[in-house]
C-alpha cells in the first residue's frame, strides 16, 4: 500500500512559478516510479511529467517540456513539480501516482499508475 499527499498548489499569475510536493508512506520509496497528473474541467486526465524510481530518467508532456521539472528524494519520501513560466492553459487539479512496477521506462499511460493522490488545484490567471 501506498499513500500519497499533493501539497503547493495555489493561484498564480501567468509567468510565474509554482512547486508542487508529494509525501509518499507506506511501500518503500525507491521501490516506484512516480508521475504527476492533471485534468481540467471537462477534459480527460494528462500526463505532465513522470520518474523513474532511481531518478536517473525522468519524462515531460511536450506541452510542459522546458517549463516544469520533476524531481524526487527517496530519503525524504517525496517527488516534485517544479513550475515554471506558467500559463492560464496549465490550470487544472494536479494528482501525483505512484507505478509499482521497477522499470526505467516512465509510463505516460494513467492505466499504469496503481495509487494515487487527493489531487491539488493548481489556477493561473491571465
Known amino acids: 500500500q501506498v499513500q500519497l499527499v499533493e501539497s503547493g498548489g495555489g493561484l498564480v499569475q501567468a509567468g510565474g512559478s509554482l512547486r508542487l510536493s508529494c509525501a509518499a508512506s507506506g511501500r518503500a520509496f525507491s521501490d516506484y516510479a512516480m508521475g504527476w497528473f492533471r485534468q481540467a474541467p471537462g477534459k480527460e486526465r494528462e500526463f505532465v511529467a513522470g520518474?523513474?524510481?532511481?531518478?536517473?530518467?525522468?519524462r515531460y508532456a511536450d506541452s510542459v517540456k522546458g517549463r516544469f521539472t520533476i524531481s524526487r528524494d527517496n530519503a525524504k519520501y517525496t517527488v516534485s513539480l517544479q513550475m515554471n513560466s506558467l500559463k492560464p492553459e496549465d490550470t487544472a487539479v494536479y494528482y501525483c501516482?505512484?507505478?509499482?512496477?521497477?522499470?526505467?521506462?516512465?509510463?505516460?499511460?494513467?492505466?499504469?499508475?496503481?495509487?494515487w493522490g487527493q489531487g491539488i488545484q493548481v489556477t493561473v490567471s491571465s
Open positions: 520518474i523513474v524510481w532511481s531518478g536517473v530518467i525522468s
Open positions: 501516482a505512484a507505478d509499482l512496477s521497477r522499470t526505467l521506462v516512465v509510463a505516460t499511460d494513467r492505466e499504469k499508475y496503481n495509487y
